[in-house]
T-cell receptor, first 116, second 115 residues
């Protein structure tokens, strides 16, 4: 079955500390991979995506993610967290074809809290 | 970037009434729009996919007679929650995509509360 697992429901880090949010997926083939961020009561903003090529992808707001096929993982990282990064983060997968944003399967999300 | 706008941002309605939520693509023509539902502190669940001029494709378990989706133009899709009940209270988010796009663009969401 196709699924996305974000093992950490809630993470708290200190401002300036590094961050890694985990994402594992189960998919029939190599999917398109996405990370989104959602502030309270808001829609989703795309942080980054992986389709092919370099397995380390850079996104907005200083985020990066690394695709590891052998581990079926797509973990999100940031070297130094800012208080404004506090939000809900969703990993998602989609089918690898044109329009691969179609029918995204989302993980349960990880809520990030940042301590000053 | 492409902008998707949802209206209203929040709505409170009485049980048994219907409420319509609009999703507009402001600066591109959306060939496909998606409607998601998000319960508090949970993930997004795809409800349906709509293509302009065609009937929406609903995900398994989603009542098509309760959640009416119309995608009459390339810039507008609507979700009507008919005969709403308190259990329909949720956060509804739309997204829109276009031919050749590598991502879908999300609206800001609509908080529906049925009292």
């Amino acid at each position: 079955a196709q699924s996305v697992t974000q093992p950490d429901i809630h993470i708290t880090v200190s401002e300036g500390a590094s961050l890694e949010l985990r994402c594992n997926y189960s998919y029939g083939a190599t999917p398109y991979l996405f990370w989104y961020v959602q502030s309270p009561g808001q829609g989703l903003q795309l942080l980054l995506k992986y389709f092919s090529g370099d397995t380390l992808v850079q996104g907005i707001k200083g985020f990066e993610a690394e695709f590891k096929r052998s581990q079926s993982s797509f973990n999100l990282r940031k070297p130094s967290v800012h208080w404004s990064d506090a939000a809900e983060y969703f990993c998602a997968v989609g089918p690898m074809f044109s329009g691969g944003y179609n029918k995204l399967i989302f993980g349960a999300g990880t809520r990030l809290a940042v301590h000053p | 970037g492409a902008v998707v706008s949802q209206h209203p941002s929040w709505v409170i309605c009485k049980s048994g009434t219907s409420v319509k939520i609009e999703c507009r693509s402001l600066d591109f023509q959306a060939t496909t729009m998606f409607w998601y539902r998000q319960f508090p502190k949970q993930s997004l669940m795809l409800m349906a996919t709509s293509n302009e001029g065609s009937k929406a494709t609903y995900e398994q378990g989603v009542e098509k007679d309760k959640f009416l989706i119309n995608h009459a133009s390339l810039t507008l899709s609507t979700l009507t929650v008919t005969s709403a009940h308190p259990e329909d209270s949720s956060f509804y988010i739309c997204s829109a995509g276009y031919e050749g796009a590598s991502e879908a663009f999300f609206g800001q969401g609509t908080r529906l509360t049925v009292v």
